[in-house]
């Protein structure tokens, strides 16, 4: 039988313990995603709706298909930074009449939805995976265009949201542009570079100088709806091809257009799957509180595959690494996971053999993390750890299936790059809130310092400070500990948002819909040089 069996005591202390801490961090999260639903804040979205406007999330609803979920992206940008959390943007993949389609949606009660750094990297990052994916694009904006202050940090790399529509549209990727309010300045080109424009009646203004610069520059006096309104582009310059007369109205065309899209995925759906034998609640108490403390990836596996079935692969060999062949809501995947944190020369070849297995068989892959890096010592220097920990990551590197990584634990050091962590381009990464990943841990990273200070102090003959060394090492830790945490991390978009453990077979079910969208073929040979 290859039905996991599992060993976790829910009814004992390190359980309770563990589903405790979990759950406190549970909290902190809700209170932060909080925030970003606030938007504006009450002030401002009172204000929005006097305006008799339906707020960015309430959009996205209505653009819905009824009872279908919304995955939301990058909920905790900008956490950390002088920005809104959220960064005033809204983004996620939802189904509009049957279509799986990424969806972004301008908070107007935030700045009048004016986009500031982070507003640019969570677009950017939202276009990356329509592009990878091949979902339509349903844009929902009213944004008063670049927050001025900032337009140092979005006027150079802004210009990339352009490209990405037109090279979105020469994918044959379709791309809908709903404008309810303002989308003017570079803003202006949003609808002005999509397939397919709705504008709402009175509401709508895209024109790429407004009356007051039209007054500077040209002398002409003008007003907002000669100039750019709804009306005016449906009838006179063409730029609107939908007349919508009110918010819902506009939603209501949107998915019209969609319905005609023709737009088909490359893979069939696989209809119904066995759900896990055991209780996705239990998944709260698996991580310890301490991620020093090991923990066995199976009961993670168990809780989130189809029947809690899985084939291990090499199971003897490289223990340290889980491998192995499962099915998750109907999609067949492989998986690595980390079992006892640190990757060895074994654990290394058997994942590269097993990532070029995936790839001969066109199987998606599925990370999960828990690894406090590659081993180090002179033995492991001389049994060839740099060329095994290489080729690991020379597999992931070059591996052509999608990849998804979920972080449960520590991903630190090269390990996080070997488990195809941000750089490695999954097509999406998750974090639990039990999550830490940083260079290495903060006691060694500030133990480290403190060595090359002592043999520096040495090394010139001077006496060295144990008072000073002391508080600089408390400083250290305590800023590495914190640029670990996951919603830091997650605040600057290294991850696509930090989700509840129980959530994780459906936002990776979701995920794996997505991918299927776009057809993939596995690397047929085509890896680097694996240094043997």
Request: charged fraction near 25%; proline fraction near 6%; glycine fraction near 10%.
């Amino acid at each position: 039988m290859t039905v996991l069996a599992s060993a976790l005591d829910t009814r004992g202390p390190d359980f309770a313990a563990n589903r405790d801490a979990m759950l406190a961090r549970l909290a902190e999260l809700d209170a932060e995603h909080a925030k970003a639903l606030a938007g504006g804040g009450e002030k401002y979205v009172e204000r929005h709706r006097r305006r008799g406007k339906l707020l960015a999330r309430e959009r996205i609803e209505l653009l819905l298909d009824p009872d279908t979920p919304f995955l939301e992206l990058s909920p905790l940008a900008a956490w950390g930074s002088d920005y809104a959390v959220g960064a005033s943007l809204v983004t996620g993949i939802g189904v509009v009449e049957g279509v799986e389609c990424l969806i972004t949606a301008n908070d107007p009660t935030v700045r009048g939805g004016a986009s500031n750094p982070w507003t640019l990297k969570k677009a950017l990052r939202a276009n990356e995976i329509a592009y990878a994916n091949r979902l339509p694009c349903v844009s929902l904006v009213e944004s008063g265009g670049a927050d001025l202050p900032s337009q140092k940090e979005i006027f150079i790399p802004g210009g990339a949201l352009f490209r990405d529509l037109t090279r979105l549209s020469a994918a044959g990727v379709p791309t809908v542009a709903v404008v309810f309010g303002n989308s003017t300045a570079g803003g202006a080109y949003v609808p002005g570079m999509s397939d397919h424009v709705i504008m709402v009646k009175e509401r709508a203004k895209v024109f790429l100088g407004g009356p007051p610069l039209v007054r500077m520059a040209t002398g002409e006096e003008s007003d907002d709806e000669s100039l750019g309104g709804a009306e005016m582009h449906a009838r006179v310059s063409g730029l609107a091809d939908h007349f919508a007369v009110d918010e819902r109205d506009a939603i209501r065309r949107a998915r019209r257009v969609v319905a005609r899209l023709n737009h088909r995925k490359a893979y069939p759906d696989p209809g119904p799957a066995e759900p896990p034998k055991y209780d996705a609640e239990e998944l709260l108490g698996v991580v310890p509180g301490d991620l020093r403390t090991p923990f066995d990836p199976r009961e993670v596996i168990a809780r989130i595959v189809d029947g809690s079935d899985f084939d291990e692969f090499k199971p003897l060999y490289g223990p340290s690494l889980v491998t192995g062949w499962a099915e998750l809501h109907g999609y067949p995947v492989g998986i690595l996971a980390n079992a006892q944190g640190v990757l060895f020369s074994q654990e290394s070849q058997k994942a590269a053999q097993f990532i070029q297995l995936a790839d001969q068989r066109d199987v998606p892959l599925v990370f999960l993390h828990n690894t406090t890096g590659y081993m180090v010592g002179r033995e492991y220097e001389q049994g060839g750890i740099v060329k095994h920990g290489a080729m690991m990551i020379n597999a992931v590197s070059n591996s052509r299936v999608p990849h998804l990584s979920v972080l449960m634990g520590a991903s630190y050091g090269a390990g996080h790059y070997g488990m195809c962590g941000r750089a490695y381009d999954p097509r999406f990464l998750f974090t639990w809130p039990s999550a830490k990943s940083a260079v290495m841990g903060p006691q060694q990273l500030a133990g480290v310092l403190s060595i090359v200070a002592r043999q520096s102090a040495a090394a010139k003959g001077q006496p060295y400070d144990e008072e000073a060394d002391a508080a600089l090492r408390a400083v250290v830790e305590r800023q590495i500990e914190s640029e670990s945490l996951p919603m830091f991390l997650s605040g600057r978009l290294y991850d696509d948002g930090v989700i509840d453990p129980r959530d994780t077979r459906t936002v990776l079910g979701l995920c794996l819909s997505a991918v299927h969208t776009a057809p993939f073929e596995g690397a047929r040979g085509g890896f680097g040089v694996f240094r043997m």
